[in-house]
């Protein structure tokens, strides 16, 4: 039976992430946040405090929606995935199979599998991003540009080329967008509070987000001259638009609540739109080595980042999303203050939510 802990819930066992979560507020000057989780298909925390707002004062509630940046790209993969199901389309196809103008310049070899592990050599759009939010023009863009002839862009995060990529995919074999296929596929039959592209009606339900003084990206991005568009400075107002929260960008434009995201991953572990064989074929390596925009090691799947148990994907400033399937659980955090750097704040959640997990018989 779950019970309430000044405001808050968990379930008997799992009492350390409220603990752990009231210290980030306490300790480490958490502004907003969420984080929800389920256990063997059942919701065992859904914590959730601090402030929505900064400028008005409103507080976070149960129901606050908050973006996600990449993790959007958690639901993305899901899309491709359910196509792969249906015998639609396979990871191994080349992207040219479903839309033949991508094939202009000599990208016509380049695999579905590899737009998924951020192996395109297209991590930027060489026209510029006046059109950032106007999908057509992006996927053109992209579908007459050449691969980078850097090799350090042969296994570089794609931070949004990924999404109008994977979207006008699904738009060539589908002919719905992205957003419009999570929706009728997997948010509306799992009853989720996640949107890629979100009904203007619920606006006024969204954190604002909060960035610090000077965010920028180091490495080869900033030695490259191509910087992230949303990870400059200034671009929190690109971030809190009207514009941006409807536009539905399928790499960094969904938004949800974190049970509603706890609970999508949760159905990746059963009982769910994707069959177990489907889901095992997302969490299949891909590819691995040092990504270089951060330095660091980096291990792909099928659209989805794995480490060690886990696979899911995070979201830029601090957001985590995903599951561990020999635990049976799956997380979900969310924030609106934007960090750069080690972040404990989720850190210590998940450490607290394995505590309970083992706990509990796993």
């Known amino acids: 039976m779950i019970g309430t802990i000044s405001g808050m819930w ?28 389920y256990h063997r298909g059942e ?19 149960q129901d606050t929606i908050h973006l996600m ?73 992209l579908a007459a540009q050449a691969p980078a002839s850097d090799p350090r862009a042969g296994f570089m995060y794609h931070a949004v080329t990924w999404g109008w990529l994977l979207d006008e995919l699904v738009r060539r074999v589908d002919g719905r967008t ?11 039959p799992l009853e989720l509070e996640v949107w890629i592209g979100l009904p203007e009606e619920l606006h006024w339900r969204v954190a604002t987000m909060v960035a610090p003084d000077g965010v920028l990206v180091d490495g080869p991005w900033s030695e490259l001259n191509r910087p992230n568009p949303l990870w400059v400075p200034g671009s929190e107002k690109i971030w809190n638009s009207e514009e941006y929260r409807k536009a539905g960008l399928a790499a960094v434009g969904g938004y949800a609540t974190a049970r509603g995201m706890a609970k999508f991953y949760a159905s990746l572990l059963g009982g769910g739109v994707l069959s177990p064989e489907i ?16 330095g660091s090691p980096m291990v792909y799947g099928g659209g989805f980042e794995l480490q060690d148990d886990a696979f899911g994907h995070p979201g830029a400033g601090g957001s985590r999303h995903g599951a561990w399937p020999g635990r049976e659980t ?5 924030m609106n203050e934007v960090r750069v750097g080690p972040d404990e704040r989720s850190l210590s959640l998940l450490e607290a939510l394995s505590r309970g997990s083992r706990a509990t018989g796993r």
């Open 69 to 141: 940046f990449s993790g959007t790209k958690g639901l993305t993969s899901a899309c491709i995935l359910l196509l792969v199901q249906r015998g639609q389309l396979e990871l191994e196809d080349p992207l040219t199979r479903y839309w033949p103008e991508f094939g202009a310049e000599g990208k016509d070899r380049i695999t579905i599998a590899e737009v998924l592990s951020h192996q395109a050599r297209l991590p930027w759009v060489e026209a510029g991003y006046a059109d950032l939010l106007d999908h057509d023009l992006m996927a053109a863009h």
């Open 330 to 334: 799956a997380y979900s955090y969310l």
């Open 279 to 294: 889901v095992e074929l997302g969490r299949r390596e891909i590819r691995r080595g040092i990504e270089p925009t951060w």
């Open 10 to 37: 968990t379930a008997p066992g799992f009492e350390h992430v409220a603990e752990a979560f009231d210290r980030n507020f306490t300790q480490r000057g958490e502004l907003g946040a969420a984080f929800a989780a």
């Open 43 to 61: 919701l065992v925390v859904d914590l959730w405090g601090g402030t929505a707002d900064p400028e008005t004062g409103r507080a976070w509630d």
């Open 178 to 188: 992205v957003g419009q296929f999570f929706a009728d596929e997997f948010a509306v």
